[in-house]
């Protein structure tokens, strides 16, 4: 079933004033998710916050079932995470790498977790290897197999790149990472939400994701999702535990929790945790397969009509494209180009440095406009968007 775009703009509140083409940065949460959060916030200041829990408990509960649908695994299989670089540290930091030990990894990797492969590296001795780009600007999966040898202990991707809309080939290299028994850690941040994600298709070990951006959530809420035998045959160790993950069971002995909220804390953002869960159900509502194609319609419809004009110059890559839309304008920088829009009402971003400095550098490049669309955009704002970028300053 095709989206109801109706249905969508007016229970996106912003939509009646606002052209949002910055999903990739943050979404708008639909009214009924922040209804949610609202309403969960203000029951814990009339009635207290330990109390608004107990009472909602099956709406806590909720947040693993929706979950464990959308990314086709079981609901013990996840783990509530404040952020998606959180969720991603907590799988990363337990395993267990040595010195000599190699992580593969894709050029366009996000910069947190290239820091934290330099992190291990300086602390524990382990090493990071970029695999080359395909000629399509992809990880290049043959590349990946000849680079695999005995040392290889980790192959750890970002399945979108926060600076493009280059979707990597996640299928293909967890087909790679099953076949030499290879850990695989997935950066899913910008892909849950917009495209069908599906744990078992992929073949991953661990898969991040955030709540704010393509799921449409609130801000400071974020997942991870745990492979069940890491727990059940593997008895994988958090780097940090609390009296939530693991049960004190005498002075001298604790007991690990049997499922994935070993990697969560105690006390978190409850409000948020009930809210995402009602973001993820909302997205099912729609139906991913809906919201990745009119997507993709959007995006490409976006990239195509950017391109006509002079000086335009599209910079994403990939066979596989996904809703974000990158771009450099000769002689107007990104963050002016960005500063301009949201003056004007649109609200896109500039992706340059950290974020995605391995992949950029590579390929000559400093920084980029980036506007993402989602599902909730419309033909308005696709036009409205190109008309300021075509006028130029
Ligand atoms: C590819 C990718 N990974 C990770 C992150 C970090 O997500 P969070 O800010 O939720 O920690 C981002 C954020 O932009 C991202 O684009």
Same mark, same amino acid.
């Not at 920088?333 to 971003?349: F, L, Q």
């Given at each position: ?27 708008? $949460?639909?009214?009924?998710? *922040? ?76 910069g947190s977790n290239m820091i934290a492969y330099l992190h291990r590296a300086r602390r524990d001795g382990c090493e990071v ?6 000629? %399509? ?9 000849? $680079?695999?040898? *005995? ?18 080939? *996640? ?10 028994? /290879? ?43 745990v492979k069940h035998r890491w727990i059940a045959e593997m008895d994988i160790d958090p780097p940090l535990l609390d009296q ?29 945790? #009930?809210?995402?869960?009602?973001? /993820? ?9 809906a919201i990745h194609q009119r997507v993709t319609l959007l995006a490409d419809g976006l990239r195509a009509r950017l391109a ?34 949201? #003056? ?29 669309? %989602? ?19």
């Open positions: 079933m095709p989206i109801d775009l109706a249905r969508a703009r007016a229970e996106t509140r912003a939509c009646a004033d606002l052209v949002h083409l910055n999903h990739a940065g943050a979404s708008l $949460m639909p009214a009924p998710v *922040a209804d949610a959060l609202v309403d969960w916030l203000r029951e814990e200041e009339m009635t207290g916050g330990y109390e608004t829990a107990r009472r909602h408990d099956g709406r806590l509960e909720n947040f693993y079932d929706a979950s464990a649908k959308l990314l086709n695994c079981h609901r013990d299989e996840i783990a509530y995470v404040e952020n998606a670089t959180r969720a991603w540290d907590m799988a990363f930091y337990a395993l267990d790498l040595r010195p000599g030990d190699r992580i593969l990894t894709a050029e366009c990797e996000y290897a970029v695999v080359p780009s395909d000629q %399509h600007g992809q990880l290049d999966v043959a590349a990946l197999e000849a $680079m695999i040898d *005995a040392r290889t202990r980790l192959i750890s991707i970002s399945h979108i790149p926060t600076g493009g809309g280059l979707v990597n080939p *996640a299928e293909a290299v967890g087909a790679v990472a099953r076949k030499y028994a /290879i850990p695989y850690l997935l950066d899913a941040c910008q892909s849950v939400g917009q495209m069908p994600v599906d744990v078992e298709k992929i073949g991953c070990d661990f898969l991040s994701a955030t709540g704010r951006k393509y799921l449409r959530g609130p801000r400071g809420t974020g997942l991870l999702y939530h993950a693991a049960t004190l069971v005498s002075e001298t002995e604790y007991r690990m929790r049997g499922d994935a909220r070993r990697f969560e804390n105690w006390e978190c953002y409850f409000a948020g945790k #009930a809210a995402l869960g009602t973001a /993820i159900d909302y997205a099912l509502g729609f139906g991913m397969d006509e004009i002079p000086g335009v110059t599209i910079t994403d890559q990939g066979v596989d494209r996904c809703g974000i839309v990158t771009f450099t304008k000769a002689g107007e920088k990104p963050v002016e180009i960005r500063d301009r829009c949201i #003056a004007k009402g649109i609200n896109i971003s500039a992706s340059s440095g950290s974020g995605s400095r391995v992949g950029f550098d590579r390929r000559g490049l400093d920084a980029v406009v980036r506007a993402s669309v %989602h599902y909730v955009n419309d033909d308005g704002d696709i036009d409205r968007f190109v008309e300021e970028i075509r006028r130029g300053e």
